[in-house]
């Protein structure tokens, strides 16, 4: 049976079956669910401004990076810090995250195009470990804004509702909008909440998705967390015109500052992740695999390295 579907702030979500869930989130995973512990849950998140600032790249810093488009938090500029980000609601569902996301502004023709849709995949697919949630402030910043070359296995564009390999550029999606997904590396080193590229306190797992069974995050960098990933809608259906703030559409990118309540957080990644669920708040849970008995890998270290603050 098919969930019904939701209206959210003036926006009409497409019905969707448990089924039709799974399949694409198994089709992402690269292959059908395993039998091992996998999980998956959705933040539907709405565009929130438009702003040249990256509080992680250029914190404290306003107006002095490329243009970024923002999701979830609403109070999200140069200075911002986890404290900040907690203080103001975000516009995500599940409330409890009120994470910044961003990208670089997406432009046709020189105008600046507003994203339709926003949804962030927080899941756990053929990995060993038990996943631990991400620490409270954590920044990241996946992929490059200098890029000149496709950046494999992180950035793909593709169209609305295909969750295949995709492509280096913007593909022609005839009557369906374009979609910018981004994925985020999904082992981090247990110490650091950010670092000077703003990328080497995290990596992604040894195999990074090429094979099946049981991949393993690399000893130095040994905490199994969410392998995330933005998923950004825009109304084009083809790449004429089209070019990012940091330039061509190889130059995509994308960041993360978290700003989850915690305890929601490592709720929903023991219930969800470690519990063998595909989730969404649109669309309720159904249960994909058994529980995930295997151990934690690593634990981060009890105090922790904070950059900036």
């Known amino acids: 049976m098919p969930y019904q579907p939701c209206s959210r702030r003036g926006g009409r979500r497409a019905v969707l079956s448990i089924s039709a869930l799974l399949a694409a989130l198994a089709m992402l995973a ?37 243009s970024h488009d923002f999701f979830g938090n609403a109070a999200t500029n140069a200075f911002s810090t986890f404290r900040s980000l907690r203080r103001h609601a975000g516009n995500c569902l599940p409330a409890a995250d009120r994470s910044a996301y961003w990208a670089p502004t997406l432009y046709r023709n020189g105008r600046a195009v507003k994203p339709i849709q926003v949804q962030v995949y927080y899941q756990d697919f053929f990995r060993y470990g038990r996943v631990l949630p991400f620490p409270a402030g954590l920044r990241v910043v996946a992929g490059s804004p200098s890029a000149t070359k496709p950046q494999r296995g992180i950035v793909r564009w593709t169209c609305r509702d295909d969750h295949g390999a995709g492509s280096p550029t913007i593909p022609a999606c005839g009557d369906k909008p374009v979609t910018l997904r981004v994925s985020f590396p999904d082992c981090w080193d247990g110490r650091r909440l950010d670092s000077p590229d703003h990328q080497s306190h995290m990596a992604y797992n040894d195999a990074d998705g090429k094979e099946l069974g049981p991949q393993r995050c690399p000893a130095s960098h040994p905490v199994v967390v969410p392998a995330l990933q933005l998923n950004v809608v ?66 981060p270290q009890a105090r922790l390295t904070d950059r900036f603050y």
């Open 30 to 66: 690269g292959g059908t669910a395993s039998a091992r512990a996998d999980g998956i849950f959705v933040a539907d998140c709405n565009f929130s401004h438009r702003a040249s600032d990256d509080p992680i790249v250029m914190h404290g810093e306003p107006g002095m990076f490329h």
């Open 234 to 299: 825009y109304p084009i259906h083809d790449g004429a015109g089209v070019k990012l703030a940091s330039g061509s559409v190889l130059s995509a990118h994308a960041d993360f500052f978290n700003g989850w309540q915690p305890s929601a957080l490592q709720k929903r990644v023991d219930d969800v992740l470690n519990g063998g669920k595909a989730c969404d708040d649109f669309l309720g849970c159904t249960t994909i695999s058994a529980p995930n008995t295997e151990p934690v890998v690593a634990r």
